[in-house]
């Protein structure tokens, strides 16, 4: 049955999302080795942005992923593996050697953390595939023709100057357009500097509907109001309600173009045990999800669940209360399960997680 999203502004059915950015090669060692001592690794594919269409392809919404990757054995894995997670790929873009200074996929080496022992990741993208395109000969407006809902996170303008400005101008691509876009802060240290994350943030934000991940982040770039109240130096990474909800009303009175903020918190009681819970800001008000506790198989992707789970409730108007609790659910359930993404298609399970009793005080 159609009905009216409040925040797509259209009927729900048949709404098609994409997403952007770069799918890695990830290596492993098995049974919680470490890297130095590993003489193999298992081989995976993954990155923020196509673990979301991951997510939601397999929550049967209809998702797309647009990249760029080498046109040569690895490349093609990385697209089958999406393909076959019934992720369209019709407009990734395959590399051949001569077209750009580099024709490689990105990696990532993950050593999973085990009990008091934390999860260590080292990359090499450098120079992959993505980051040294000429995306001016792209036409943006082709590309986002007949989409409902556009993802895209801070992770890939860290990547490269080029990267920087395809994310700003697909936002304003997106929003000519009249897609619902959604952004994930994302901030990734290794790849550049909180200010330079920040600063980049602010240029986004006026072209975003839905917004994501912000706890890193100083709120905005602006020496003239910048300098008040205990948020002024970034985020709280656990804080209260009350916190949250003055950060939330900061950020909508300066853009009341936000039809939504959500962020999940952390509780990290050991390297295989964690706890989630969110807020959200929705329709005027603050809300606080359950508190999820659980074991951890892979902790990878959580966030990305996180935003995943958001989008698929938001997508399919539930309530408030539902929307938060499905997307923690969701991220909960990721960390049971080996890979970067949240390869689940049984919705009822995420539900009957979500309508347990997990608020657990600790």
Known sequence: MEHFNPILGSETTGLKFITCGEIMLRLTPPNYEKIRMASGFEASYGGSEANIALALANLGVDSTFFSVVPNNSLGKSAVRWLRSN??????????????????????????????????????????????????????????????????????????????????????????????????????RSTLWSWEEARDFCTECLPYVDVLLGIEPYHLWKDENDHSKGDWKDGVPLQPSYEQQDEIFQHFIARYPNLKCIARHVRYAHSGSEN????????????????????????????????????????????????MINFAVASSAIKHTIHGDANITDDVSSIRNLMNMNYDIKR
């Open 275 to 322: 706890s989630l819970k969110a807020f959200m800001w929705y329709d005027g008000h603050t809300f606080e999800s359950k508190l999820f506790t659980f074991n951890i198989l892979d902790r990878v992707g959580g966030g990305d669940a996180f935003a995943s789970g958001l989008i698929y409730a938001m997508l399919h108007d539930y309530k408030a209360m539902d």
């Open 86 to 187: 019934d992720v369209h790929c019709t407009p990734m873009i395959l590399t051949e050697p001569n077209e750009t200074p580099s024709n490689r996929l990105g990696t990532y080496y993950l050593e999973t953390g085990y009990g008091i022992r934390p999860s260590k990741v080292i990359y090499d993208r450098k120079h992959s595939a993505i980051t040294e395109y000429d995306f001016s000969q792209v036409d943006l407006d082709a590309l986002l023709e007949g989409f409902d809902w556009l993802h895209l996170s801070g992770i890939t303008p860290a990547l490269a100057p080029n990267c920087r400005s395809l994310i700003l101008e697909m936002l304003k691509v997106a929003k000519k357009k009249g897609l619902t876009v959604s952004f994930d802060g994302n901030f």
